[in-house]
């Protein structure tokens, strides 16, 4: 069987003692080749797991084995082979969107690093602004800048917040169609937390809602639509959220 992109078991995060965990007992397995979501509102814990996923933070318990390596023990192993992008997480102001992009390249051992800086200078339209310091960029533009950094060493796993905040829907559609291309030529996974619904239907398949640190409902965006009897993936979230019944199956 195919090493699994993710393999996380009973991942677990108490950030005072007696306090109620931020996460508990979450467990998945992740695929290659396969987008999966991590929905869930504000507080639901999402955060909190993908820093554990990068080995940001320490479990409190549990495990993360990513790409085949135990994050307790070989993580640097495995974020070589990784990469993570969030609008919410800004890059060196004062260096210029290429200055950027060329040193995360080095700490990525990427080869050829002018020729993959090019490439997705092309990829991404980041040309006119290529060579302006990220810390006057539109939020937009960070956003295309933040996916292209993320994309700089070909990662075999792609951990993704919001991948198109403050995007027009034009440039919006088009980061999907490129993500989507992204994993269905390299293989690769990726793992994504969205508040568009409409991103999640289309990209993954399957979902993973979380609530109070728990996941308390997973499936494919289909699946969920059919248990829940509602139309669209964001009438599920907030029957989930609001801790509303399931409707009954047909």
């Known amino acids: 069987m195919e090493t699994p992109a993710l393999l996380v078991e009973g991942l677990t995060k108490t950030y005072t003692p007696g306090a109620k965990p931020a996460v ?3 467990t998945f397995t992740l695929p290659m080749g396969e987008t999966w979501a991590l929905l869930g509102g504000n507080g639901a814990g999402k955060s909190t797991t993908i820093a554990m996923l990068l080995g940001l933070l320490v479990p409190s318990a549990g495990r993360v084995v990513a790409l085949g390596h135990d994050m307790a023990t070989d993580r640097f192993a495995a974020l070589a082979r990784m990469n993570f992008s969030s609008p919410y997480i800004a890059l060196p102001h004062r260096l210029t969107v290429e200055e950027n992009l060329r040193v995360y390249a080095h700490l990525y051992g990427v080869r050829d690093t002018e020729r993959r800086i090019a490439e997705l200078v092309a990829e991404f339209a980041l040309g006119e602004f290529a060579r302006r310091p990220a810390g006057q960029l539109s939020a937009g533009q960070k956003t295309r800048v933040a996916l292209a950094k ?6 075999a796993l792609l951990l993704l917040d919001e991948p198109t905040a403050s995007l027009d829907p034009d440039t919006g559609d088009w980061v999907r169609s490129t993500l989507e291309r992204y994993r269905a030529e390299e293989g690769a996974a990726i793992l994504l937390a969205s508040h568009n619904m409409g991103e999640v239907e289309r990209l993954c398949s399957n979902v993973l809602m979380l609530k109070g640190g728990h996941v308390v409902d ?33």
């Open 150 to 155: 993320a994309l700089i060493n070909r990662p």
């Open 24 to 26: 508990e007992g979450l």
């Open 218 to 250: 997973a499936g494919s965006p289909a699946a969920l639509l059919a248990k829940y009897g509602r139309d669209d993936l964001e009438e599920v979230f907030l029957d989930i959220a609001r801790g509303r019944a399931r409707a009954e199956a047909a």
